[in-house]
């Protein structure tokens, strides 16, 4: 399954290397996960699959990327998320909470939100955060709180953690699309490593 957002509608599409019992990661995300701007198959949830097929590893990887979405998006969800199952679940979310100014308290009580009623459906199911981090402008102590939470989220819930999604990419005007916010091919392929680091030991 790759679940694409399109026309303000989140669709699914069926991949067809989903197939065969394998086992399932779910990557909930923004626009960023979905691939704003690029073709699907250039968002890093797509070249996550190519790692695994590469390592030879029996997962299929759903995009359960909705552009705009906030924590509180990502929490009333992701139980529609799951719906099929899962075994990973990736949560990339946060970035448009930082954003919007909501504050950070409130984030990370989504996050934690988002993996109890993951664990919920399955007990054993592994949980992968992928931090964000906000620009200067949003003052010192919000982006300081903001950075924070990602890893307090991470170490209460046992759970690992990609500690910056963007990590060599934000801020890179040539890994970046004309807005300065969305990676574009380049980009993506660093930010797919940067989870893949994270993703891969868990597997």
Excluded: C
């Excluded at 626009?31 to 997962?59: N, R």
């Excluded at 990327?65 to 899962?86: H, M, N, P």
């Amino acid at each position: 399954m790759l679940a694409l957002f399109a026309g303000g509608a989140l669709w699914a599409q069926d991949a067809p290397d989903a197939i065969g019992g394998k086992k399932r990661i779910v990557v909930l995300g923004d626009s960023i996960t979905a691939g704003y701007g690029l073709d699907p198959q250039e968002a890093y949830p797509a070249l996550l699959q190519k790692k695994v097929d590469a390592a030879s590893l029996p997962y299929t990887v759903t995009n359960a990327g909705v552009s705009g979405d906030t924590t509180a998006g990502g929490l009333r969800r992701v139980a529609w998320a799951l719906a099929k199952g899962a075994d990973v679940l990736v949560v990339a979310l946060g970035g448009n909470d930082g954003l919007r100014g909501i504050p950070p308290e409130q984030t990370e009580k989504n996050l934690s939100g988002i993996i109890d009623k993951a664990r919920e459906k399955n007990p054993a199911i592994k949980i992968v955060i992928a931090a964000m981090q906000m620009p200067d402008n949003m003052g010192e102590e919000f982006t300081t709180k903001f950075k924070g939470l990602f890893a307090k989220v991470a170490t209460e819930k046992k759970a690992a953690l990609v500690p910056f999604l963007l990590e060599g990419v934000g801020g890179i005007e040539s890994l970046n699309q004309q807005d300065r916010i969305h990676p574009n091919v380049e980009g993506q392929t660093k930010v797919a490593e940067n989870v893949w680091k994270v993703l891969k030991p868990e597997l």
